[in-house]
Every structure is written in C-alpha cells, then in structure tokens.
C-alpha cells in the first residue's frame, strides 16, 4: 500500500509545483525587456513635464479636494478639464447622470478614424474625502490632457476617445453611481466598438528606497521587484494579449522599467480602477498605475499634493503611454 500512497503524494506535489509556473508563463511573464534605470528627458519630454506640473497643480493644489462633499471643486474640474481639452482644439462633451439630486458629468473628446473602433483612454477627476488628490487622481487626469493634445488633429485609424470620469471614489466606487460604470454601460447599451480601454490611475510617484514596493498578495513579490521605481500595468486575463501588447510597446522606449500582469480580477488591487467598469462589459481593459496603495505613503491622506510627485519619471510615463496609443490606434481592424 505504501507505493501507491506514495505515488499519489508525489502527483499532488507535482501538481502544486506546476501552478507558480503556469501563473508565471500565462499571467506575469510579459514580453520585452526593460531598462535598468529611468532614462533623462528628451526636450520635448522637458516640455511634457511642465504641462504635468502645470495640470497636477492646478487639480491637486489650486481646486484641491473635490467630491459630492465639495461639489463646487468637483465642478470646478470638471470646467478645467472642458477647457483643457478645448484650448486644444478638441469638442469636449458632458456625459451626465445624477448622485444624490447633484448632476455629476463623465467629460468626453473625440477624434475620428478611419474605422469606428474605439481606443479609449480615461482617469477619474474626484479625489476621495480629506484628501486634495494631486496623485490620485490628478496625475492621471493630467496624463489623459496631455495626450489627449498631442492626439489633437492628428489622423489615426482607429478612433481616439478621451474621457474623464466623475464618481471613481469611495462612496460610490463599484456601485451603481461611479462615473465609469455609468459610461461603460451606455457604451454597451450603444454597442460601441471599444477595442482597448486604458485607465491611467495614480502615474506620479516613484521611489529608489529597497523594501519601497509591497504587493496585495504575498506570492506576487516572488515574481515582481521590491523596489518602487516601475510603473505597473494591470488588466484581467480576458485582457491578457492587451496587457502584452501595451507592455511591449512601453518597453521598446526603454525609457523607463514597467510589470505587467494580466491576473484573476478577484485579486485584491487589479480592478481598483475605472477599467474594472468596462470589464463588467465585456470590454478588454487595463490600468497604469504606481500602485499607490502598495508603494505611495500619502495614498488618500491630506499629504497627497502636487510637491510629492516625481514630475520626471512621470513625463516617462505618459511619454510611453504617448507611443502605445499610437500603436493602438494605427492598428488596422
């Protein structure tokens, strides 16, 4: 009896053993190679930068907190974001729907290709109660102007959509009320063509300190650096061959480390982001994001403004995400 017992333990182990690799080669390992360290500004990059400064103190120290509870700066955001994209040369439109008898407005841009799939990028402009935002979610939101100018005018075949969204925050985050969910369901109800859906969420902060990055699961950090100098990008297994493309294409920069992951959605952190909305859709979708929560330590406090960020790595960032929705909206059918 002992051989078959023993046989039976060895297929159990060997069983477990295989499940790290399977979640290595089917969920982590992303193509592309990235550099050792941040590489320094281009001048254009240089100017990039200024305009991330210039928006991020806009939203997170001149307008500050701005929420339901402070529905006059959260307006207030909404009429920059309007008048950012305008002053580009773009037709802002209000996408609106009502919270607790307050009109609350998701802001959309589009620019027409030759084919009516969708590219959309979005960043929630509410930050949460007590808290001024500049990086959650003002360098997101700042991130989405300037590429939403640099995308102005210029012809792509696919169609280029930019929206930002209200509502993202707690209370009403992954309720019937968050600006995204509201958007993403009447962009199924319309049947939109979405392609790719990109939430940047939280991009400003970076650190050189060992031990600086945690994860929201212990096996993670076997796989993942445990220095908070990347930037991360994260979607659902549905959005697995998305992922790979994005992280690929950043990587070809080689300007500044990414991690990529395409994992389980139940997955504490993978969906704490507008692109969980589109998910509930059916639309493939990822975030970018510094994994505030996991690396940033003034992460929904009042110490969150515009003097913590890390404007250079940040200007990598959008720099990157400036290249990958180039490649996603040349893309052909």
Same mark, same amino acid.
């Given at each position: ?21 399977? +979640? ?47 529905? @006059? ?19 802002? %439109? ?51 102007? =300037? ?13 280029? %959509?930019?929206?930002? &969204? ?6 009403? &985050?992954?309720? =019937? ?90 997955? @504490? ?22 994994? =505030? ?9 009042? *110490?969150? +403004?515009?003097? *913590? ?25």
């Amino acid at each position: 009896m002992a051989r078959p017992f023993l046989f039976s333990i060895l297929r159990i182990v060997g069983a477990l053993a295989v499940i790290p690799l399977l +979640t290595w080669l089917f969920m982590i390992r992303m193509p592309g190679i990235n550099p050792p360290s941040a590489a320094a500004l281009s001048p254009a990059e240089m100017n990039l930068r200024a305009e991330l400064v210039a928006d991020v103190q806009k939203l997170g120290g001149d307008i500050g907190e701005r929420n339901l509870s402070h529905y @006059s700066a959260l307006n207030d955001a909404a009429a920059f974001i309007e008048k950012s994209f305008a002053d580009a040369g773009l037709g802002p %439109r209000r996408d609106s729907y009502q919270v607790e008898g307050k009109a609350c407005h998701n802001i959309e841009v589009e620019i027409r290709g030759a084919s009516p799939e969708i590219v959309l990028i979005g960043a929630h402009y509410d930050s949460v109660l007590g808290a001024p935002g500049a990086n959650d979610n003002g360098s997101g939101v700042a991130g989405l102007l =300037a590429l939403a100018r640099r995308f102005a005018g210029k012809p792509m075949n696919r169609t280029l %959509r930019f929206v930002a &969204f209200a509502n993202e925050e707690p209370p009403y &985050f992954q309720t =019937a009320q968050m600006g995204s969910l509201v958007y993403a369901q009447r962009c199924h109800d319309r049947r939109d063509p979405i392609t790719a859906m990109i939430s940047l969420e939280t991009i400003g902060y970076f650190s050189d300190a060992p031990h600086s990055q945690i994860y929201p699961s212990p096996g993670l950090g076997a796989f993942y650096p445990t220095t908070g100098n990347f930037i991360g990008l994260v979607g659902n297994v549905q959005s697995r061959a998305l992922v790979r493309r994005v992280i690929k294409v950043f990587r070809e920069t080689a300007k500044l480390p990414a991690e990529g992951a395409a994992l389980p959605a139940f997955i @504490s952190g993978v969906g704490w982001s507008d692109h969980w909305a589109f998910w509930q859709q059916g639309y493939r979708a990822l975030m970018v994001t510094d994994t =505030a929560l996991f690396r940033y330590p003034h992460y929904h406090t009042a *110490k969150d +403004t515009p003097d *913590k960020l890390d404007y250079d790595r940040f200007a990598l960032v959008v720099s990157g995400m400036q290249k990958v929705t180039d490649d996603l909206a040349a893309a052909r059918p």
